[in-house]
């Protein structure tokens, strides 16, 4: 079955750190990037990063820059966000997407996304 | 960064037509895309590429994008069709969301 399955939620204290996963099953991983997107509480989707499918270009939203990385890996086909000085309005449900295009070697993303999973949870509270 | 703009909500009768915009400078020249989001579930991916669409999609879904704004359209909507609705667009590395539409079907 094709899917993505986040891990690694939970509730934090104000700049603690987490890390998230993204467990991806039922097709070629490597041929796909991959991007984080997150919706905080009853409000809209947020782009967060991305990283292309070869893992060697990431991109970042201004506001997670310097703060949150991702990375991926092939053998695992798993791709992961670490999130780190966490703030309460980081607080949100984080989906994992796939890019919808597919390619071999090092490409760029097409930027749109075409599989999602089903988030993970981040409280940032004290 | 790069600013997309919807209206909080639409409504619409079934079987009518819903027509969903969202505006951005220059939109035109990106691409636009769709998502749908029924409350409580993932989004779901209904048009990319300004207007195509994903396998398993139905027919009534289409899109458009002319100058500075992307229309969703939704032909003989159905009740199943109320959801949120958000635009994307990708400018210079970043990616933009809209603010969300809630479509409602009366």
């Known amino acids: 079955e094709v899917q993505l399955v986040e891990s690694g939620g939970g509730l934090v204290q104000p700049g603690g750190s987490l890390r998230l996963s993204c467990a991806a099953s039922g097709f070629t991983f490597s041929r796909h990037a991959m991007s984080w997107v997150r919706q905080a509480p009853g409000k809209g989707l947020e782009w967060v990063s991305s990283?292309?499918?070869?893992?060697?270009?990431?991109y970042y939203a201004d506001l997670v820059k310097g703060r949150f990385t991702i990375s991926r890996d092939q053998f695992k086909n798993t791709v992961f966000l670490q999130v780190n000085s966490l703030r309460a309005e980081d607080t949100a449900v984080y989906y994992c997407?796939?890019?919808?295009?597919?390619?071999?070697?090092?490409?760029?993303?097409?930027?749109?996304?075409?599989?999602w999973g089903r988030g993970a949870l981040v409280t940032v509270s004290s | 960064s790069y600013e997309l703009t919807q209206s909080p909500s639409v409504s619409v009768s079934p079987g009518q037509t819903a027509s969903i915009a969202c505006s951005g400078d220059?939109?035109?020249?990106?691409?636009a895309c769709w998502y749908q989001q029924r409350p409580g579930q993932s989004p779901v991916l209904v048009i990319y590429?300004?207007?195509k669409r994903p396998s398993g999609i139905p027919e009534r879904f289409s899109g458009s994008n002319s100058g500075n704004t992307a229309t969703l359209t939704i032909s003989g909507t159905q009740a199943m069709d109320e959801a949120d609705y958000y635009c994307q667009a990708w400018d210079s590395t970043t990616v933009a969301f809209g603010g969300g539409t809630k479509l409602t079907v009366l």
């Open positions: 990283i292309n499918n070869s893992g060697g270009k990431t």
């Open positions: 220059n939109l035109a020249n990106k691409h």
């Open positions: 997407a796939r890019d919808g295009g597919s390619c071999g070697g090092d490409c760029n993303p097409y930027w749109y996304f075409d599989l």
């Open positions: 590429q300004d207007n």
